[in-house]
């Protein structure tokens, strides 16, 4: 298995384990595990996003999924794709109620 192989496994691991655990920060943005297919599999989404954005630039805050939306450079682009990504899974007016400060998304993604 190859370290990039192995790298992605443990991510979607600890993403699965947090799924099973809940904490605030998730429960608080996106509720609980639907029950529907589709909208599981955007929840499961959203959860491996907003993990792997906080792993990659150390959000530790407890109360906000992404923390606060960073006021420019590649972590602000970051945060806007986790953003959306956790938008189509709840919905744009849960997403602002809950919290998350919605940009337009200029086409730039995750860096792997």
Do not use: C, F
């Not at 790298?7 to 595990?33: F, M, Q």
């Not at 939306?69 to 189509?88: K, L, M």
């Amino acid at each position: 298995m190859s370290s990039v192989t192995r790298a992605l496994a443990a991510s979607r691991a600890k993403a699965l384990a947090i799924e099973r655990e809940a904490p605030d920060y998730l429960r608080d943005t996106l509720g609980d595990r639907p029950l529907a297919p589709a909208a599981r599999q955007r929840w499961h989404q959203a959860v491996w996003a907003v993990q792997e954005y906080r792993e990659r630039y150390g959000v530790d805050d407890q109360a906000q999924a992404l923390g606060v939306r960073p006021t420019a450079g590649p972590q602000r682009a970051d945060y806007d794709v986790t953003a959306r990504v956790v938008e189509r899974a709840i919905g744009q007016q849960l997403a602002v109620e809950r919290g998350l400060e919605l940009r337009p998304v200029t086409g730039r993604s995750l860096r792997r």
